[in-house]
């Protein structure tokens, strides 16, 4: 077999793993928007994503490639996108109450990220405007790792929350985007101040304002404490 078959038969295999990668994304995108349940699943997955693309990448020798360009048969930049779509969902679903604990791990994290991409891919640091890709390169992994990191921080949690007593305050659908139902409490510490969380469907729909509610709030997985509220 010549260098030339061989080369097609390779190129094929790229195609086919990369319609796979592709239709496989998509329809990560479509359970985090629509189906957001099996959230312990669905944060593995979309933290494995970018590696997959990543790895693909590198033991392809470049011929899958991942570049913003249309009409390419080999380009799996497809795969960085639930991630993206994942930092919103998980945003929108879990109530962080101080995020001053994340900053510095997700700050971290994205360099080191940034880094080990930029490292596999060297091509982005010769092209003309190589500092608009770096930034879009680094804007990614902010977000990828801040859904990573908020994601294993409060799915994964297996710590035994507080458990206090509040009252409704305030109630409203949110529909911009990503759907959320979401409700104001008043602060145990700071009577004065509301505090909004975000709570799912069966839930709102239990409670009215002036009602009570029962607030947990639990350690984290990386002590970034969060919130859920229940009747």
């Not at 949690?157 to 959320?180: A, C, E, L, W, Y």
């Amino acid at each position: 077999m010549d260098s030339i078959t061989l080369k097609e038969k390779f190129l094929r295999k790229a195609v086919l793993v990369t319609k796979i990668i592709n239709y496989t994304s998509a329809g990560i995108i479509v359970w985090i928007l629509k189906f957001p349940t099996f959230y312990n699943y669905m944060v593995i997955v979309c933290f494995l994503m970018p590696i997959i693309g990543i790895l693909l990448f590198r033991l392809s020798k470049g011929i899958i490639k991942i570049e913003a360009k249309r009409n390419s048969s080999t380009n799996v930049l497809a795969a960085f996108f639930p991630p993206i779509f994942l930092a919103f969902r998980i945003h929108s679903d879990f109530n962080i109450v101080n995020y001053s604990n994340v900053w510095f791990s997700v700050a971290i994290m994205t360099i080191l990220f940034s880094a080990i991409f930029l490292i596999v891919n060297r091509k982005y640091l010769q092209i003309e405007n190589w500092y608009r890709t770096i930034l879009r390169i680094v804007l990614f992994s902010f977000i990828y790792v801040f859904g990573v990191v908020i994601g294993f921080n409060c799915v994964f949690d297996k710590s035994k929350p507080q458990i206090f007593t509040s009252t409704v305050n305030h109630m409203r659908i949110q529909s911009v985007g990503i759907k959320s139902y979401d409700i104001e409490v008043i602060s145990e510490e700071k009577q004065s101040e509301a505090i909004k969380l975000t709570i799912d469907k069966n839930t709102y729909n239990e409670l009215e304002v002036g009602r009570n509610v029962t607030i947990y709030v639990f350690k984290g997985l990386f002590n970034i404490s969060w919130v859920e509220a229940g009747r």
